[in-house]
T-cell receptor, first 114, second 112 residues
Framework: DAGITQSPRHKVTETGTPVTLRCHQT?????MYWYRQDPGHGLRLIHY???????DKGEVSDGYSVSRSKTEDFLLTLESATSSQTSVYFC?????????????FGPGTRLTVL | ELKVEQNPLFLSMQEGKNYTIYCNYS?????LYWYRQDPGKSLESLFV?????AVKQEGRLMASLDTKARLSTLHITAAVHDLSATYFC????????????FGQGTRLTINP
């Protein structure tokens, strides 16, 4: 158990509505990431955070925003959801042990945009 | 731009056989990760490879990294049904913050 929870775990919404996904960690790690998983694409990085209020874009950031007001929470917002954002979203935290960085993933959120 | 390609994308094999999954990447990196994903589940970290020539083994799985060839392999020895899963490799783009680029995944099915 990597100490990561995601909420909600499943969501169905309609095109044009705002959606916020939450990632919560219990271990005070500095780096957190949001990925999306789609068939044939593996996982693709959306945004990441390297501290409170410190975030940056990943590979597929268009249509998404993030916020991190507390170390333990990293929020992903779809301001106006589109059908192309139907996907499974994974949050990850980066742990460091013996100077080796490794990412561990949350359980995922399945989002369907109708 | 870093691109990561796995092959094969689908692999059906019999128990007891050996096979290899390949992970090629397009730009310099010496940090490569292998993950396992069961259907409907999250990703589980398998191996961390951090230098040229690195080899890691866990049970029937062995991973290696050749940074000169930009190639990693995941070798399965004497496959058993429990190893059925999707396997992903991910490469650190070395642009900071450990931004990983994933391969498409290899769906492995092991039949009795």
């Amino acid at each position: 158990d990597a100490g990561i929870t995601q909420s909600p775990r499943h969501k169905v919404t309609e095109t044009g509505t705002p959606v916020t996904l939450r990632c919560h960690q219990t271990e005070n790690h500095r780096y957190m990431y949001w990925y999306r998983q789609d068939p044939g694409h593996g996982l693709r990085l959306i945004h990441y955070s390297y501290g409170v209020k410190d975030t940056d874009k990943g590979e597929v950031s268009d249509g998404y925003s993030v916020s991190r007001s507390k170390t333990e929470d990293f929020l992903l917002t779809l301001e106006s959801a589109t059908s192309s954002q139907t996907s499974v979203y994974f949050c990850a935290i980066r742990k460091t042990r013996d100077r080796v960085h490794e990412q561990f993933f949350g359980p995922g959120t399945r989002l369907t945009v109708l | 731009e870093l691109k990561v390609e796995q092959n094969p994308l689908f692999l059906s094999m019999q128990e007891g056989k050996n096979y290899t999954i390949y992970c090629n990447y397009s730009t310099t990196s010496d940090r490569l990760y292998w993950y396992r994903q069961d259907p409907g589940k999250s990703l589980e970290s398998l191996f961390v490879l951090l230098s040229n020539g690195a080899v890691k083994q866990e049970g029937r799985l062995m991973a290696s990294l050749d940074t000169k060839a930009r190639l990693s392999t995941l070798h399965i020895t004497a496959a058993v049904h429990d190893l059925s899963a999707t396997y992903f490799c991910a490469v650190d783009s070395l642009t900071g913050a450990q931004k990983l680029v994933f391969g498409q995944g290899t769906r492995l099915t092991i039949n009795p």
